[in-house]
């Protein structure tokens, strides 16, 4: 995981993004598994109370952690 990775971000591509975006609060290797990405998005939402989800950034080759803006 780098923080390197973490900022806004906007996936037209992804279904799961909120319209108007989010912001990359964690990323893991592409060469991993996607598992480590999806823990985290859960714990997050379950620690901070705001939806986040987890997606494969292929222009980062990173399965990102997304918070959702309120
Ligand atoms: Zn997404």
Redesign the pocket.
């Known amino acids: 995981m780098s923080d390197t990775l973490t900022g806004p971000?906007a996936?037209a591509?992804?279904?799961?993004?909120p319209p108007r975006g989010?912001v990359v609060v964690a990323a893991y290797s592409g060469d991993g598994p996607a598992r480590p990405a999806g823990h985290r998005a859960r714990e997050e939402s379950a620690t901070t109370g705001v939806p986040h989800?987890?997606?494969y950034?292929p222009v980062l080759d990173a399965f990102?952690v997304?918070r959702h803006h309120p």
């Open positions: 971000v996936t591509a992804c279904r799961l993004c989010g989800h987890d997606h950034d990102v997304v």
